[in-house]
Nanobody, 124 residues
Framework: QVQLVESGGGLVQAGGSLRLSCAAS????????TGWFRQAPGKEREFVAT????????YYADSVKGRFTISRDNAKNTVYLQMNSLKPEDTAVYYC?????????????????WGQGTQVTVSS
């Protein structure tokens, strides 16, 4: 089993920045891929970014490309999401997820473990 705990959410003005963290514990070696998703009220959970175990492969949703950066520190079992130039439409609950399978996954069905989420609110 793998446990994921997100932190770093909050309220920020448009144009501001936040850095989310996802701390993993348990059998973390069994989950080579970690991703971030988000869910706004009344909407489906959508893919944001994903990163491989080595950190050499990253993939972003078009809506965040150039503004968000995913990274990881395996020594700390932590994955980060640096969010810059935030927009009101970025407001959502952000979830960290981990997958047992190697690959680039943009759909939530591939992910085996999920955190509880952290709220990000961007005011205009």
């Amino acid at each position: 089993q793998v446990q994921l705990v997100e932190s770093g959410g909050g309220l920020v003005q448009a144009g501001g920045s936040l850095r989310l963290s996802c701390a993993a514990s348990g059998r973390t070696f069994s989950t080579p891929v970690t991703g971030w998703f988000r869910q706004a009220p009344g909407k489906e959970r959508e893919f944001v970014a994903t990163i491989s175990w080595s950190g050499s492969t990253k993939y972003y949703a078009d809506s965040v490309k150039g503004r968000f950066t995913i990274s990881r520190d395996n020594a700390k079992n932590t994955v980060y999401l640096q969010m810059n130039s935030l927009k009101p439409e970025d407001t959502a609950v952000y979830y960290c997820a981990a997958a047992n399978t190697i690959g680039i996954f943009t759909t939530k069905n591939w992910y085996d473990y999920w955190g509880q989420g952290t709220q990000v609110t961007v005011s205009s």
